[in-house]
């Protein structure tokens, strides 16, 4: 069902929380007191406020009254405000600005510096993330995803209003680079930043690199050139998680000196669904000087193979990884998987082997082939029938029990299978014949193979 347009950050999130649609809180959290309003607020006498606000897909387009939001969300750390109609950053100046600044100052809340109040915008333009924003001072963490805030650019005078923030999510919001610049600048404890389905090309490199973040999701762009992702290191010489997936890198072009200097902190990286085609690049990888974790799922190079081949490739390539595609990297299967890799190369031209394989030499030695081996169960037998004086050769199929070879055996040795007994003979085992006196017993369990015997009498001799 379509959300109703022109909704306010504070109407709907005074029908959420009512006490008729939210009447118990749910984790940390406090019950608001609100005393009567003006005729027509939306407010109630009292409101079940958690610390963590989910307001995604409510048609918001404006902020409300900010007094209102100041008293409400002063204990908010986390809000959700995705798939919304949020189209500005910025606040513009109202007759309410005076009155606001008085009230915060009487809350004990920091007054807004004037120049984030005097962004100059378009009559129509509503005060939106900013107003919001500035109102919630214990917030850590915003989504602002799939709201359509390519629409403007976030000015430094407001971007103040999220200085708290640690973790921001702006995943198809097409908040340009100017815009992601300013956050940087103005957020001097952001942590994680998720930049996800922005149609970015190119990444564009700030004037100052930004040494708090740790975290960068920046998967389902279109961040083709390995140039690009190099600036991702400038900016954030702390990263220790860069999540890349779905971005068709088609190589890593750079030496392994210079990656180590570009990502000295790098710990996780996901690669899923790139376009890698080389073992070159997977090789690359160990030149991160700090990496633990690597994703490799879907890349062109991996195709051809194996599903137990592309990961024993990939973690006898890679030395220190000990988690692959979210699965940890075991002691045995480590050394499993090196052996396998010692024998994949052990008839490639000397040429053509990669380095890893003579390392790997020196740890193992040369190892010969493993000998195959077929351990599917055998689906018949040859087998002599002796009965009276008689010996018949024949083949049984061994997925049959022994009531169905009774009946096989029915024409051989003209006696009815009720007055039919069979006893089963291994020609090497030491000991006597078997009876197979369990009518539903399947033949493969007593292990015949080609030459045993199978000895019929009649109950009657």
Known sequence: MDQPSGRSFMQVLCEKYSPENFPYRRGPGIGVHVPATPQGSPMKDRLNLPSVLVLNSC???????????????AHVSELDLSDNKLEDWHETPDCHSCSFHTAQMRKGLPRLSSSSLLVLLSPATEALVSKIVSNVPQLEFLNLSSNPLNLSVLERTCAGSFSGVRKLVLNNSKASWETVHTILQELPDLEELFLCLNDYQTVSCPSTCCHSLKLLHITDNNL???TEIRKLGVMFPSLDTLV?????????????????????NLRSISL???GLQSWEDIDKLNSFPKLEEVRLLGIPLLQPYTTEERRKLVIARLPSVSKLNGSVVTDGEREDSERFFIRYYVDVPQEEVPFRYHELITKYGKLEPLAEVDLRPQSSAKVEVHFNDQVEEMSIRLDQTVAELKKQLKTLVQLPTSNMLLYYLDHEAPFGPE????????????????GDKIYVESKTK
């Open 244 to 264: 890349l997936a779905n971005n068709h890198l088609n190589a890593i072009e750079e030496p392994n000196d210079s990656l180590a200097r570009l990502f000295p």
């Open 272 to 274: 899923h669904k790139s």
């Open 224 to 226: 083709q050139d390995w």
């Open 435 to 450: 009876e197979m006196k369990y009518s539903s017993r399947a033949l493969h369990s007593f292990g015949i193979r080609d």
């Open 59 to 73: 048609g918001i387009t404006c902020a409300g009254d900010e007094r209102e939001i100041a008293a409400f969300c």
